[in-house]
């Protein structure tokens, strides 16, 4: 997710750690040849941290396409929160795009400073036909654009600015616990930078029904790299 104005929050940027210096630039991804041909992503700074590649990302997308090569994620309603450039719900679409498999109905989100890019993301991979770019302040009611009980929510490297928290904790219970769908799911995965990040993970076990993600062949590698990956779905009562 991308935040632009810190004075919403009365904080410091002291807590905001520098987003790398970057030029502007596209990228080609394959995710280790998951995907039969690369996707393609503009990274741009100049409206915010999302609109580079991280860490979480790579991680939670080569997980996901490793489903979708096993046929479980076909003809699913995702959304994927604080998409930035959208690198993770685009190379789901690739994939189904080149494939047989039934449809998927994917649409990424993030604040209006990144929505330009996530359509130029769109648009650079011919997927106008997959994927929707939809603006979701978290916090706000869920827009009207996307599913109203998606199955699937996608979150890569939401967890960086702690005045944000109760904001994604509160958009994760209008898609997970109001969700009409008794088996959505949000695969949650980021790379932790300080000690308050564990802290959303505690406040969300109070919450949803929280695992850590065990079946990842890779994860021994992106454990040592401190990232996290869960499945959070709704509290059963």
Known sequence: MHMSN?????????????????????????????????????????????????????VLGK?????????????RRIVELGAGGGLVGLALALKQVSSSATALDIHITDQLPMFDLMN???????????????????????????????????AADCVYFEPAFPLLQSTLKDLITNNENENAVCYFCFKRRRRADLGFVKTARKMFDVEEVMDDPDRKVWEREKVFLYRITKKKT
């Open 6 to 58: 810190t004075s919403l929050f009365a904080i410091s940027e002291d807590l905001i750690p520098p987003a790398p210096i970057k030029a502007a630039g596209t990228s080609e991804v394959d995710f280790d040849g998951l995907l039969p041909s690369p996707l393609r992503l503009h990274e741009d700074l100049k409206n915010g941290c999302g609109g580079q590649l991280w860490p979480a990302g790579m």
């Open 63 to 75: 997980y996901l396409l490793r489903k979708m090569g096993m046929g479980e994620l076909e003809g």
């Open 120 to 154: 130029q993301n769109i648009a650079l991979n011919d997927l106008s036909s997959t994927v929707t770019a939809s603006i979701y302040d978290w916090g706000t009611p869920p827009p009207s654009s996307i599913p109203r009980n998606p199955d699937i929510i996608l």
